[in-house]
């Protein structure tokens, strides 16, 4: 076996090796993200009981990506910063998470930021605005994202630099054929509409240059809605085909992934998702 073959299997044997090593689950990821879920349920229980509200439910909180998190209710509330400020702080305390993080309270119908505020460990740095100015009774969602960055373990910092490492040297020391297959991501199926280009099997629009992706719901929603242009599709539907088989559908979530679509097609005033009072909702779809 020639030289140049060691360093190729030597490489990609390295290669494997460290790919089987960054996939497995990190256990304190795990353990990082139930308890920042417990907290923020805490957190979440204080301010409904700030609002004489010992009933309603607090909605099964998500991971949105990574060090952010977000804490839906079943019904509106009203909020005062202050407390806000006060219970979020003792609840992250309690579990033991990180001392900097910024909170954004939104509003479900729009996703416009209510209210937002930075924290710091070092108050001097933190930004914490509106005190004493109450947000009226409304339907919210709170969003955190820990400002400190996560760190990773030694060794899997030792064997993203070897993976690094091994493919420089298969690279270098095993030189493919010249003739390489050119793939080309918008090769896939994709349906026109307007000025973007779908794509529903890799979860994203095109537009020109610019890709803008699309979670899993979203491509379902924009699904039924192109296959029915400028047809009027009523809520129960869309929360059928869309929620049928994952679990309890909540109102509210519908009218959360609208406003997300609407803003994603928003490049193209010749699409318009309406809201068809009472019924559902419709894509507009303008011929030019």
């Known amino acids: 076996m020639n030289r140049q073959k060691i360093y190729f299997y030597s490489s990609l044997c390295l290669a494997v090796f460290a790919s089987i090593l960054l996939v497995v689950p990190d256990k304190k990821d795990d353990t990082f993200s139930e308890l920042v879920k417990i907290a923020l349920r805490d957190a979440g229980n204080k301010l409904l009981l700030s609002n ?3 009933t309603s439910l ?25 407390s806000l400020v006060r219970i979020i702080g003792r ?50 969602t709170i969003e955190v ?17 070897l993976l690094i490492g091994s493919s420089i ?30 794509y529903p099997d890799e979860n994203k629009l095109m537009v020109e240059a610019t890709e803008i992706s699309l979670s899993k719901k979203e491509v379902e ?14 809520r129960e539907e869309l929360s059928k085909k869309v929620w049928e088989d994952h679990g309890v559908f909540v109102g509210r979530s519908l009218d959360t992934y609208i406003s997300k679509l609407r803003k994603k097609l928003s490049e193209d005033e010749s699409i318009k998702l309406t ?14």
Not at 172 to 196: Q, Y
Request: net charge positive; hydrophobic share 35%.
């Open 145 to 161: 994202r820990f400002l400190e960055k996560t760190t990773t373990s030694s060794t899997k910092f030792i064997w993203i630099v």
């Open 91 to 140: 609840s992250f305390q309690k579990a033991n998470l990180p001392l900097e993080y910024q909170i954004e309270v939104k509003q479900c119908e729009d996703l416009e930021v209510a209210y937002s505020f930075l924290k710091y460990a070092n108050k001097e740095k933190s930004i914490i605005p509106c005190s004493g100015r109450f947000l009226p009774q409304k339907c919210y």
């Open 58 to 82: 607090i909605l099964p909180v998500q991971k949105v990506e990574t060090s952010k998190y977000q804490l839906s209710f079943e019904k509106a509330l009203a909020m005062n910063p202050d």
């Open 221 to 234: 929603l924009l699904t039924v809605f192109v296959e029915n242009p400028n047809k009027v599709i009523k």
């Open 169 to 198: 040297l298969a690279f270098v020391f095993f030189p493919r054929h010249k003739k390489v297959r050119e793939t080309n991501s918008t090769n896939g199926n994709s349906i026109p509409l307007g000025k973007f280009q779908f």
């Open 52 to 54: 004489q509200d010992s």
């Open 275 to 288: 809201n068809v009072h009472g019924i559902g909702y419709m894509l507009e779809v303008r011929n030019n």
